[in-house]
């Protein structure tokens, strides 16, 4: 149901993109450098099991109007507990707990278990967007007070969005992810050439293994994906799930890979290894989606453990593919370990946060400037030690 603010505008909440006609969504999303708020991806989330109530993720998108004209969205979810957001907070939960406040259900704004930059509210171009972000701020804050709502958050935020909603009284906390940028490579070889010479034969050394476990890799995208890779990248995914995911990170279903075909190919990237005696069946596969000039890794499996398969399916088969398709920046995905030899600088990422109770609220306020403190030390340190032969131009997201 509609809920009239002022002749200009009204909102609603719904629980269901498909309410949404995805033309009218899809006008919002697009201009985005993100593919991750597109109508398509949230929807199969949804239909496909993997964001519902009984999965801790439940769809609560904020939507506002003018008249029948869709001119603003807030995707947004309510979340009974931390896990698939790869911003953690517990350390804030158990404050709660201590305090005797409610911290979940919380009040959600990032693309499911997703940890790339890009979150923002989407507002139609040509509208006041200051005038739009006070009232959807607004209508946020009186939804979480109704219901009891322990805090609002927006995870992986774009960042001129998050000066804008500094100014909205959200607070910032920062942290990192590894992302590659294209320094002026124009082929791998390129790219291999800004690291010193102990790495540059470590990667070189890598890539031969894989040929002689007799394996190549095979970049798949758009219509040339054969339909058989959607479900066998599920079984990739959800064979790494469980031997090293014990926390619970198998988050997406079957189903979700399989309707990814063919609405959501174009997006697609498969980096698929075959055994040079099979060329039907992959031994291991990594997922990447990509949009503009950008590259997105998110999910690899193999069906046996190769020595360095994991490093040519994850990094430099994407990286090599990105030199070749203009890709200027490769976000690999979650964690580190492996990242910072092969040429992913630690780059700043950021989060914003409002709690609704005032004990919790002073203390992030009295806090997170410290906190924030201490994660650029650690950006600096990493990069301090990365294995180039001289600093990259620059470790800026544009």
């Not at 002022?6 to 995805?22: G, T």
């Not at 003018?66 to 931390?82: F, N, T």
Request: charged residues 20%.
């Amino acid at each position: 149901m509609l809920k009239q603010l002022k002749p200009r505008y009204s909102v609603a909440w719904i629980n269901k993109i498909s309410e949404i006609p995805q033309a009218d969504w899809d006008a919002l999303a697009m201009p985005l450098k993100t593919p991750f708020f597109e109508w398509e991806w949230l929807h199969n989330m949804e239909t496909s099991g993997s964001t519902t109530a009984k999965s801790g993720w439940l769809p609560n998108h904020l939507t506002v109007w003018r008249d029948r004209s869709l001119i603003a969205i807030a995707p947004l979810y309510l979340k009974g507990h931390s896990y698939g957001e790869f911003v953690f907070d517990h350390q804030w939960a158990d404050l709660a707990s201590r305090l005797g406040v409610e911290y979940y259900p919380k009040l959600l704004g990032m693309s499911p278990f997703t940890p790339a930059e890009g979150y923002r509210f989407l507002i139609a171009p040509g509208e006041d967007e200051d005038e739009l972000t006070e009232l959807m701020v607004s209508a946020i804050d009186q939804f979480c007070i109704h219901n009891q709502i322990s805090g609002c958050n927006f995870l992986y935020v774009d960042p001129e969005w998050r000066s804008r909603m500094e100014q909205h009284g959200f607070s910032t906390w920062q942290h990192h992810s590894y992302i590659w940028q294209n320094q002026g490579y124009n082929t791998f070889d390129d790219y291999l050439g800004a690291f010193n010479a102990n790495q540059r034969r470590n990667i070189k050394r890598e890539r031969k293994a894989v040929g002689q476990a007799g394996l190549y890799l095979k970049a798949f995208t758009g219509d040339e994906i054969p339909k058989s890779l959607f479900p066998t990248m599920y079984s990739f995914y959800s064979d790494t799930c469980d031997k090293f995911g014990w926390w619970g990170s198998k988050y997406l279903t079957k189903r979700f890979f399989e309707q990814l075909h063919p609405r959501f190919s174009q997006r697609v990237v498969f980096f698929a290894a075959y055994s040079e005696l099979d060329d039907q069946h992959p031994i291991g596969m990594s997922f990447c989606l990509t949009k503009g000039d950008r590259l997105y890794g998110r999910y690899w499996g193999a069906l046996q453990e190769i020595d360095c398969l994991h490093f040519d399916a994850c990094y430099y088969s994407p990286i090599e593919w990105a030199i070749q398709n203009g890709i200027q920046l490769f976000d690999p995905g979650a964690g580190g370990r492996h990242k910072k030899r092969r040429g992913f600088p630690a780059t700043a990422n950021y989060s914003l946060h409002r709690f609704y109770n005032s004990r919790l609220s002073q203390i992030l306020r009295s806090h997170i400037e410290q906190v924030n403190d201490l994660e650029q030390q650690e950006i600096d340190a990493i990069n301090q030690d990365l294995p180039f032969k001289q600093e990259p131009v620059s470790f800026k997201i544009d």
